[in-house]
């Protein structure tokens, strides 16, 4: 839409001392002629352009000048807003509510008026996770090598990373960075770090891959599971999968076919569910299923 297009021009200039016409007729993928009446436009609604012909000319705002009023709309900021309340969430403080303070001066009503979204990233770990949070963005912005200790399925190791991104997904918290040992870009998940440190060494930031976050890449599928589950679990199926995820079967029970990462992880997950879900496939694993929940009883009696 227009409208869009000038403010989108509008935001360019106020950021950048020049811009050419291509420029920004590329930008936006409009015609050069579309861009002069754009300017035409915001001339006749009170911004004083200039532009300059020439091997080093352009189009500019007159020196000096300063908007007094946000281009973002009331809707835009509460969106900030409610993006702001859910980082306060996992700090536990209120230093991106005074941020929007100063964003919106002037316009308190979108503070008060703004509580029809409400997003809480915190966790059960939330006295542990908000001063590694914290640690990390302190890194990554002064560019600090971090030392941990760190806990997997395959054991404790300790790293030294150059940190890059704090990443949220699925649900858990992580740092993306290059791990010196491995020589490579690593996620690392902040509920298994221990003894986090910022140290004094700095690094040269290098050019950073952006993280692949897909299931296939971080829990790549080594077999392919099917289990069947009782219709009373049909909820968690739905919250966990989705409704194309099941197959109703002529007995009434609810056939899923899961990709899992490891045979570990997959008895934890049918174990979860009680009486209520049983290994139909790979058969190779159903004994060693039955061994483990008897052994898990045993050890549980008295």
Not at 70 to 89: E, Q, Y
Not at 244 to 266: N, R, W
Request: net charge neutral; with cysteine.
């Amino acid at each position: 839409m227009k409208i869009d297009r000038l403010i989108g021009i509008l935001s360019i200039l106020l950021q950048q001392e020049k811009v050419t016409a291509p420029y920004l007729a590329e930008k936006f993928e409009v015609s050069r002629r579309t861009i002069n009446r754009d300017i035409e436009d915001l001339c006749m609604a009170g911004i004083p352009l200039v532009t300059q012909q020439g091997r080093d000319g352009g189009i500019s705002i007159i020196q000096g000048y300063r908007m007094e009023r946000t281009l973002l709309t009331s809707g835009d900021m509460k969106s900030i807003l409610a993006g702001l309340r859910s980082l306060d969430s996992v700090s536990g403080t209120n230093r991106y509510q005074q941020l929007m303070e100063k964003l919106s001066a002037g316009s308190s009503e979108i503070l008060t008026n703004n509580d029809h979204i409400l997003i809480d990233l915190s966790s059960q770990q939330k006295s542990s996770l908000a001063p590694k949070i914290e640690l990390i963005q302190n890194a990554i912005e002064q560019s600090c090598l971090m030392k941990f200790d760190y806990y997997s399925p395959k054991g404790g190791s300790k790293r030294q990373i150059e940190p890059y991104f704090l990443v949220f997904h699925w649900s858990s918290w992580y740092v993306w960075g290059f791990c010196l040992e491995k020589q490579n870009f690593r996620l690392f998940k902040l509920g298994r770090m221990m003894n986090l440190t910022k140290e004094g060494t700095f690094f040269n930031p290098k050019p950073v891959p952006t993280p692949d976050l897909s299931s296939e890449t971080v829990f790549p599928s080594s077999f392919e599971a099917k289990i069947l589950f009782e219709p009373t679990m049909k909820w968690r199926i739905i919250e966990e999968f989705g409704i194309d995820a099941m197959k109703e079967q002529p007995d009434g029970k609810l056939l899923v076919t899961y990709q899992a990462f490891d045979k570990y992880s997959l008895f934890s997950w049918i174990l979860s569910f009680g009486t209520q879900a049983e290994l139909a496939e790979p058969k190779k694993l159903r004994k060693e299923l039955s061994e483990l929940a008897a052994e898990i009883s045993s050890k549980n009696k008295n």
